[in-house]
């Protein structure tokens, strides 16, 4: 039996979406300060023009390739930051 993610997340009813939640997860998303390196942004390999999807076998990070992480594990939080 296949499965489907619903069309929309559902959000907790103590902190719903607001325009300016969304404003700033957009801001902050394409924001390349929030890397260690501060030069790549979360959309600089989660690009929406491919469903927000990160398309690299390896990171972009040089201080994750430094570490040998690759996407997968930087996707599961083992990342230098932690």
């Known amino acids: 039996m296949q ?3 619903p ?5 907790p009813a103590d902190n719903p979406s607001t325009p300016a939640k969304i404003t700033l997860g957009r801001l902050l998303f394409f924001d390349p300060i ?3 390196t501060q030069t790549v942004a979360c959309a600089t390999c989660h690009h929406p023009k491919f469903a927000w999807a990160d398309r690299r076998a390896t990171p972009l990070d040089p201080l ?3 570490l040998n992480l690759d996407a997968e594990d930087a996707q599961r ?3 230098c930051r932690d």
């Open 3 to 5: 499965r489907s993610l």
């Open 7 to 11: 069309a929309r997340a559902p959000e």
């Open 34 to 36: 929030l890397s260690a």
């Open 64 to 66: 994750l390739k430094k």
């Open 77 to 79: 939080g083992l990342s």
